[in-house]
T-cell receptor, first 113, second 116 residues
Framework: GENVEQHPSTLSVQEGDSAVIKCTYSDSASNYFPWYKQELGKRPQLIIDIRSNVGEKKDQRIAVTLNKTAKHFSLHITETQPEDSAVYFCAATPTGTASKLTFGTGTRLQVTL | SQTIHQWPATLVQPVGSPLSLECTVEGTSNPNLYWYRQAAGRGLQLLFYSVGIGQISSEVPQNLSASRPQDRQFILSSKKLLLSDSGFYLC???????????????FGDGTRLSIL
């Protein structure tokens, strides 16, 4: 089955700096890679996703890059703000698996003033 | 638009008692449905998923079970709770089979279960 590794487990940045979270996956058949943000005590919320036919996707201050050859994908947050503080999860899934996601272990991002 | 409802929001149960958590989805037909458990400060563990009425796949052997009696209803149950069953239980849905595509999952607000 799929295995997703996520690094770092914690990340502290100053407001206005950029943050990068990296994930690797094991199953070369995986073709869909969503990222979720979970604030304390709340549900995970989808913030951006990318499919394997695209190398990069951007949505305002958030971007995701995918390297299929190396089997890794990354989340980039620019101009970080205090409200970006949360736990971020990456995930991966192959086609035909009922969209069954394998999640990374999460990265706790702290944006300091 | 689609919405997902999950209840109760919090639950405190004694060891050995039964459990029933319910999840319903509105605004879509034949969704895929999922139950996850999240221990405090940890990641998301997939417990069960369903692609249709009466179709349940179990990911982790345990004393929990799931049922899908209606298209948009997913129930998580236990006959006898263990201390280790404490956690944050999340229901999620995704669009049903779309040819050769995986779909994003959308989560409910979760149930925080404490076992005493």
């Amino acid at each position: 089955g799929e295995n997703v590794e996520q690094h770092p487990s914690t990340l502290s940045v100053q407001e206005g700096d950029s943050a990068v979270i990296k994930c690797t996956y094991s199953d070369s058949a995986s073709n869909y890679f969503p990222w979720y943000k979970q604030e304390l005590g709340k549900r995970p919320q989808l913030i951006i996703d990318i499919r394997s036919n695209v190398g990069e996707k951007k949505d305002q201050r958030i971007a995701v890059t995918l390297n299929k050859t190396a089997k890794h994908f990354s989340l980039h947050i620019t101009e970080t703000q205090p409200e970006d503080s949360a736990v971020y999860f990456c995930a991966a899934t192959p086609t035909g698996t009922a969209s069954k996601l394998t999640f990374g272990t999460g990265t706790r991002l702290q944006v300091t003033l | 638009s689609q919405t997902i409802h999950q209840w109760p929001a919090t639950l405190v149960q004694p060891v050995g008692s039964p459990l029933s958590l319910e999840c319903t989805v509105e605004g879509t037909s034949n969704p895929n449905l999922y139950w996850y458990r999240q221990a405090a400060g940890r990641g998301l563990q997939l417990l069960f998923y369903s692609v249709g009425i009466g179709q349940i796949s179990s990911e982790v052997p345990q004393n929990l079970s799931a049922s899908r009696p209606q298209d948009r209803q997913f129930i998580l149950s236990s006959k006898k709770l263990l201390l280790s069953d404490s956690g944050f239980y999340l229901c999620a849905w995704s669009r049903g089979y779309v040819a050769f595509l995986s779909e994003p999952q959308h989560f409910g607000d979760g149930t925080r279960l404490s076992i005493l």
